[in-house]
């Protein structure tokens, strides 16, 4: 029988040319430039003004955990299934980690299994993506107590597109119809954050779409447990506009 492992490394670009830099340089630990242009990448990605590179993913967790604020008695929700870092982080702090059975279909947790988890004492939901498979995210951010809410409400929001969507001149004379995806995310403070195309074909369209959105004021941000979190919202936007003649 062939032995098949968890993980392979993939190493087809440039990562033996960027360590033959490091050790030429002399910075092989602490605060070399890759490290500095690495948390300057990442936090761009993410929408956030500071991002900090630790050595490995248990430093990782242990720091993300301790920045929540989790304390003794806190209740962290997550996988069964996952390495043991997980946990470790949490119970570090005297926390209580809370697991969730897995998704048969993709080893990752369940998330239909998760609200009912959810109690007074919960402070935190921690997603494991195994082994190239995505966790449901969606499902998790709406099992939320309360999602993120445009000021106005919905008929608030379709009025603000409606009035501020720019056709392309081009294709106004053999009409317009359309629809994109934009997914983006509600942070703590309502705002919009991270705007992006989910679903789209036509590119004019998409950056229309992207830039209207990005003019959103801010939200109410989504409750769980009383806390504000971060909150992911897909919106569909539907472009209609009959030919010119």
């Given at each position: 029988?062939?032995?098949?492992?968890?993980?392979?490394?993939?190493?087809?670009?440039?990562?033996?040319?960027?360590?033959?830099?490091?050790?030429?340089?002399?910075?092989?630990?602490?605060?070399?430039?890759?490290?500095?242009?690495?948390?300057?990448?990442?936090?761009?990605?993410?929408?956030?003004r500071y991002g900090v590179a630790v050595s490995n993913g248990t430093a990782a967790l242990e720091v993300v955990v301790q920045a929540l604020g989790i304390k003794a008695g806190d209740e962290v929700i997550m996988p069964a299934f996952t390495i043991?870092?997980?946990?470790?982080?949490?119970?570090?702090?005297?926390?209580?980690?809370?697991?969730?059975?897995?998704?048969?279909?993709?080893?990752?947790?369940?998330?239909?299994?998760?609200?009912?988890?959810?109690?007074?004492?919960?402070?935190?939901?921690?997603?494991?993506?195994?082994?190239?498979?995505?966790?449901?995210?969606?499902?998790?951010?709406?099992?939320?107590?309360?999602?993120?809410?445009?000021?106005?409400?919905?008929?608030?929001?379709?009025?603000?597109?409606?009035?501020?969507?720019?056709?392309?001149?081009?294709?106004?004379?053999?009409?317009?119809?359309?629809?994109?995806?934009?997914?983006?995310?509600?942070?703590?403070?309502?705002?919009?954050?991270?705007?992006?195309?989910?679903?789209?074909?036509?590119?004019?369209?998409?950056?229309?779409?992207?830039?209207?959105?990005?003019?959103?004021?801010?939200?109410?941000?989504?409750?769980?447990?009383?806390?504000?979190?971060?909150?992911?919202?897909?919106?569909?936007?539907?472009?209609?506009?009959?030919?010119?003649?």
């Amino acid at each position: 029988m062939n032995f098949i492992p968890v993980n392979e490394p993939l190493l087809n670009g440039n990562e033996k040319k960027y360590l033959c830099e490091c050790i030429d340089s002399g910075w092989i630990s602490s605060e070399g430039p890759f490290v500095k242009e690495f948390e300057q990448k990442i936090s761009a990605r993410v929408g956030r003004r500071y991002g900090v590179a630790v050595s490995n993913g248990t430093a990782a967790l242990e720091v993300v955990v301790q920045a929540l604020g989790i304390k003794a008695g806190d209740e962290v929700i997550m996988p069964a299934f996952t390495i043991i870092s997980c946990a470790m982080a949490v119970t570090k702090q005297g926390g209580i980690p809370v697991l969730v059975d897995s998704d048969p279909s993709t080893w990752n947790m369940n998330a239909d299994e998760i609200e009912e988890k959810i109690t007074d004492k919960t402070r935190a939901i921690i997603m494991v993506h195994l082994y190239g498979l995505p966790v449901d995210v969606d499902k998790i951010y709406y099992s939320v107590d309360q999602p993120p809410e445009y000021p106005g409400g919905m008929q608030a929001m379709l009025q603000f597109i409606s009035e501020n969507l720019r056709y392309p001149e081009e294709q106004l004379e053999e009409g317009i119809q359309g629809r994109v995806i934009i997914k983006f995310y509600v942070d703590t403070l309502g705002r919009v954050c991270n705007p992006a195309v989910d679903r789209g074909k036509d590119s004019a369209l998409d950056k229309e779409a992207l830039r209207v959105v990005g003019m959103f004021p801010d939200y109410t941000p989504g409750m769980i447990n009383g806390r504000r979190v971060n909150t992911w919202v897909r919106l569909p936007i539907v472009f209609k506009l009959p030919a010119v003649d």
